[in-house]
């Protein structure tokens, strides 16, 4: 399963998605993995949430990154959810193009068994209807 956090710049969308995680990582018996473009909220992730910064591996499209979260999954199986945050950048796309990409984390998620909530800067409108059920929240 996917969840996806949207709404455009500044409105919140990962101070949501930490307030997530941190609530998740106490009421869960699995680990909690949130990757983000860099290492600045490390101080408000749980300490239980294990932070990765995508930048310091090579991750550059979304290919590079389902396969790095295959491998993750793959090396570690008390892996219950992920969240990303910023996924736009991550993959280097539009939001326009983001349908695809979503479509292929879905697959993903339930052939791995493993929930993603994913935040993206972009409006919920961008996405087809048999889509919609997957927005968790839009700020």
Request: hydrophobic residues 45%.
């Given at each position: 399963?996917i969840k996806?956090?949207?709404?455009?710049k500044?409105?919140?969308?990962t101070?949501?998605?930490?307030d997530?995680a941190?609530?998740?990582?106490?009421?869960?018996d699995g680990l909690?993995?949130y990757?983000d473009?860099?290492?600045?909220?490390?101080?408000?992730?749980?300490?239980q949430?294990r932070?990765?910064?995508?930048?310091?591996?090579?991750?550059?499209?979304?290919?590079?990154?389902?396969?790095?979260?295959?491998g993750?999954?793959?090396?570690?199986?008390?892996?219950?959810?992920i969240?990303?945050?910023?996924?736009?950048?991550?993959?280097e796309?539009?939001?326009?193009?983001a349908?695809?990409?979503?479509?292929?984390?879905?697959?993903?998620?339930?052939?791995?068994?493993?929930e993603?909530?994913?935040?993206?800067?972009?409006?919920?409108?961008?996405?087809?209807?048999?889509?919609?059920?997957h927005?968790?929240?839009?700020?």
């Open positions: 399963m996806l956090v949207l709404g455009s500044g409105k919140g969308k101070k949501y998605m930490i997530t941190n609530a998740e990582a106490k009421e869960s909690v993995i990757i473009k860099n290492s600045e909220h490390m101080f408000q992730l749980d300490r949430i932070l990765i910064n995508v930048k310091e591996y090579p991750v550059n499209d979304l290919d590079s990154l389902m396969g790095f979260l295959c993750l999954i793959a090396g570690n199986g008390d892996i219950v959810s969240y990303l945050d910023s996924f736009l950048i991550l993959c796309i539009e939001k326009e193009e349908v695809e990409p979503l479509r292929k984390m879905l697959v993903l998620s339930e052939k791995l068994g493993v993603f909530t994913i935040s993206a800067s972009m409006e919920e409108d961008l996405l087809p209807e048999d889509f919609k059920q927005i968790h929240i839009a700020l």
